[in-house]
């Protein structure tokens, strides 16, 4: 150990600017998981301030407080900040953080495009938000941008386009790092059926990354040259086809849903282990469900087009393949089950929201395979019923997965504790809120409000204010959070290297090798004394 | 392990991200105002790609540095091997894009518009290929594929041989051979864009064939015109590679700059051909 402290100090030989350079031109991957986090969650609060528009206007009918028109703009750039903004960021974040850590590799195979990776965000955060000051205002067309609406509209649409095209070079560059540090740097022993779940997540999300975000990047390029170069890929006059733009996008968009779930799949892969205290059921049972989910969602697209009209063959495909995937979900599930089943169980807030995550996640999964039957998609389809769905899957499913990833991860990466009785305030009125706004929002897709509007018919009150005061509840908890990250970072007490005593992925285990290889010294160390720590680190796991 | 410094190169803090990041502000803000016709647009593209060329040349150079002091060993070769390979599979995904798109016009949404059902709103529209779609109703002649396009399959298709040969060259240490390659590839690089470049100006001028000549024309310029971009920046790239063997950098068994670049001229000589066969031939 004094050998290892001894050489520290001088891990690097060059400079080192301090002060705000130091994250501006920071290489290190968890000074860039740092700012992912932060990033991502100040876009989660501003994602979450255009949702409390939303929620307002619709707290009773009528027109209160937003013209439809920027209620549209709300609706979209809510959509677009908190999947590209919020969700997938922190998801790259914990990457950043983990993955290093979990496989032993020194930092990211690429560390400084690992840097740029995440400066991109601001640039395209700064277009994103701005564009609600130009001249006709932000994208209004909803997340999803179909043409001609995205067609019509002003420069705020092709600030949108390019947010989009920056956020996806990204995502890419992100991507192509995250696979080559896992395929590269994996520390000896550590063969990719030894690595944690986290990191087999990951590895496939990285991949339908660098598979889809190229389509959009396609997609928005073909609609920015309609838009402002006169080709006709989404105009009918000129040959082309709107449909056309709603296949390329869900082509991209199945597999995105999936990009954002299935590192939380990892997350709680990890929490649920540890506080059960036994290893996780069925790992390689896992490990395809997980591979399999991602081919089958390439070939599951036109489920969100069933409406526009296709043949019938078309529907049947896309009918059963989309329910197909509940298989390898519902396998995860029983594994995330059966790996509770008989241990000796405690409830820190991580595993609480894993917990939550489970039971939720279930409920957006089988309002899923609701959606999935054509004939009742083609009642619920542009309802609430839909709006409910996705935030079952996204919510309580991506985000309470990024709640839990982070109380069971902030001690490892401030070395402090969070405040366990608050975290447990915070999970509960998470839980409560949550589910007072977006349950209520099935009856109302059933009862057949549609979505994206600003004013309703008089039968749907009731209901709009219940998951109005849900929304605000929900959206002031997030505070909270916000209050028991910083106490914890600022006046935790000492947490201790191995805070879970049920944790054995490397993090906790290997601190001591993680920091030689961190070193880069591992060659002044004999080749038999590492092999030793390496493979005590893998029992350990086993 | 034979690593040439004994582990992994973990480059110290850099300015570079950041430079990038400002050159990406420049110009996404710079293109949105300039598609809007809004003054400063144009100032900002131009300061945007200022930036980005001081950027390319910055990190490329530095990297060619970090390379020929010998920081990059046999695993960082293989990070760079993996991150190319993704990287071109990435852009293979941008171009199915287009791809897919030109598939869907002319199988599905041209013939749809020429049913009869459609005849209502389009009387007299008979679709096939090529075509500039029921509305638009100026008349071109589409491209053919015997005349320029055949000679430019065949620049490529020389160039991609020639690149060969100078990797074999420079694997024997035969630097002159190598440079003599080298050379011989941007040349061919060169003359393909000057062919496309005619092309260009043919079709707009004697075939009346342009961007906005529908379905025919937006499918043949974007992906004839992103192609082009590739074949653009890879020349750029070979003719960086060219000026850094001629300066003596790259060793015969330690060279993934050079097949790196490589590799993304076969990956563009390949997406030509698809091209070829889609866009000119059928
Ligand atoms: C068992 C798994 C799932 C099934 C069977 C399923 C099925 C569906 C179907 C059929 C729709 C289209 C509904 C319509 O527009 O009428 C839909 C929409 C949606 N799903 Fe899922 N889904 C599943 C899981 C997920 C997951 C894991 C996520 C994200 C983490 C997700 C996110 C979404 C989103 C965002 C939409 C709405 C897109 C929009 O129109 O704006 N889904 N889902
Ligand atoms: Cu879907």
């Known amino acids: ?542 | 392990m034979s690593h040439g410094t004994g582990h992994y190169y973990v480059p110290s803090p850099s300015k570079w991200p950041i430079v990038g990041s400002s050159a990406l502000l420049f110009l996404a803000f710079g293109a949105a105002l300039t598609m809007n016709k809004v003054e400063p647009g144009y100032w900002m593209l131009a300061i945007g790609f200022a930036i980005l060329t001081y950027l390319l040349f910055g990190w490329f150079g530095e990297v060619a540095r970090e390379s020929e002091s010998g920081k990059f060993g046999e695993q960082e070769d293989k990070s760079f091997r993996w991150g190319m390979s993704w990287f071109i599979f990435s852009e293979i995904m941008f171009f199915a894009a287009f791809f897919g798109a030109l598939y869907y016009m002319r199988q599905l949404s041209v013939p749809w518009l020429a049913d009869m059902e459609h005849q209502l709103i389009w009387p007299g529209y008979t679709g096939g290929w090529p075509t500039a779609g029921p509305g638009i109703t100026e008349t071109f002649t589409p491209m053919g594929a015997w005349g320029l396009p055949a000679i430019n399959t065949m620049l490529l298709l020389t160039s991609g041989v020639t690149i060969t040969y100078a990797h074999w060259a420079l694997k024997k240490n035969d630097r002159s051979g190598l440079k003599k390659w080298m050379l011989a590839t941007v040349a061919l690089g060169i003359a393909f864009l000057c062919c496309q470049i005619y092309e260009y100006g043919h079709a707009y001028a004697d075939l009346n064939l342009k961007l906005t000549t529908g379905a025919y024309g937006s499918t043949f310029f974007m992906l004839t015109g992103f192609h082009g971009f590739h074949v653009t920046v890879g020349t750029i790239m070979l003719i960086v590679i060219y000026f850094r063997c001629a300066a003596g950098h790259f060793k015969p068994e330690h060279h993934f700059g050079f097949e790196g670049v490589a590799w993304y001229w076969h990956f563009v000589d390949v997406v030509w051909l698809v091209l070829f066969i889609f866009v000119y031939l059928l």
Request: aromatic share 16%; proline share 5%.
């Open chain 1, 1 to 542: 150990m004094a050998v290892v402290q001894d050489v520290h100090g001088h891990g690097h030989d060059d400079h080192h600017p301090t002060g705000i350079m130091r994250w501006v031109c920071t290489t290190n991957h968890k000074d860039i998981g740092t700012m992912y986090l932060w990033f991502s969650f100040a876009m989660f609060l501003v994602g979450g301030f255009l949702a409390m528009g939303i929620r307002a206007e619709l707290f009773m009918p009528g027109i209160q407080i937003l013209e439809p028109e920027l209620f549209n703009s709300f609706t979209t750039l809510h959509g677009l900040i908190m999947v590209f903004g919020a969700i997938m960021p922190a998801f790259v974040g914990l990457a950043n953080w983990q993955v290093p850590m979990m496989i032993g590799a020194p930092d990211m195979a690429f560390a400084r495009m690992n840097n740029w990776s995440f400066w991109i965000l601001p640039v395209a955060a700064s277009l994103l938000v701005s564009s609600f000051f130009v001249p006709g205002g932000a994208a209004a067309g909803g997340w999803t941008f179909y043409p001609p609406l995205s067609t019509q509209g002003g420069m705020g649409v092709d600030m949108m386009i390019f947010a989009v095209h920056l956020l996806g070079a990204s995502s890419i560059m992100g991507a192509i790092n995250i696979i080559t540090t896992i395929l590269n740097m994996r520390a000896p022993g550590m063969t990719l059926m030894k690595m944690p779940m986290f990191v087999w997540t990951w590895l496939i999300t990285a991949y339908l990354l660098v598979l889809v975000m190229p389509v959009l990047a396609g997609t928005v390029t073909m609609l920015l040259t309609d838009r402002n170069f006169g080709t006709s890929f989404f105009n009918a006059a000129g040959g082309g086809d709107p449909i056309l733009f709603q296949h390329i996008f869900w082509f991209f968009g199945h597999p995105e849903v999936y990009i954002m779930i299935l590192p939380a799949f990892g997350v709680v892969s990890e929490i649920i282990p540890t506080f059960s205290r036994k290893p996780l059921f069925g790992y390689s049972s896992m490990v395809y469900a997980t591979a399999s989910i991602a081919i089958l969602s390439c070939v599951v697209w036109a489920h969100h087009m069933f409406t526009v009209g296709m043949p019938t063959v078309g529907q049947l495909f896309f009918m059963y393949a989309t329910m197909l995937i509940a298989v390898p979900t519902g396998v995860k599930v029983f594994n995330w089950t059966a790996t509770m089943w008989r241990g000796s169980m405690t409830f820190e807030v991580p595993m609480l929201f894993s917990i939550g995550f489970i039971f939720l996640f279930v409920i957006g999964g089988f309002s899923g395979v609701v959606c999935a039957i054509v004939p009742i998609d083609i009642q619920v389809q542009e309802t609430y019923y839909v709006i409910a769905h996705f935030h079952y899957v996204l919510v309580s499913g991506a985000l309470f997965a990024i709640f839990g990833a982070v109380y069971y991860w902030l001690p490892k990466w401030s070395g402090r504790m969070y405040d366990e009785k608050l975290g447990k305030w915070h999970f509960w009125l998470c839980m409560f809120f949550f589910n007072l706004t977006f349950f209520v929002q099935h009856f109302l897709g059933l009862a057949g409000m549609p979505r994206r509007v600003p004013d309703y018919a008089l039968q749907f009150a009731d209901f709009n204010m219940v998951s109005s005061i849900g929304g605000f509840g929900f959206g002031l908890t997030q505070l909270l959070f916000l209050y028991i990250v910083i106490k914890c970072i600022r006046s935790g007490e000492k947490a201790a290297s191995k805070p879970w005593d049920g944790g054995t992925t490397l993090e906790w285990t290997l601190l001591l090798l993680h920091h030689i290889i961190a070193l880069k010294h591992l060659q002044s160390l004999s080749n038999s004394v590492r092999e030793v720590w390496i493979h005590r680190a893998i029992k350990l796991k086993k």
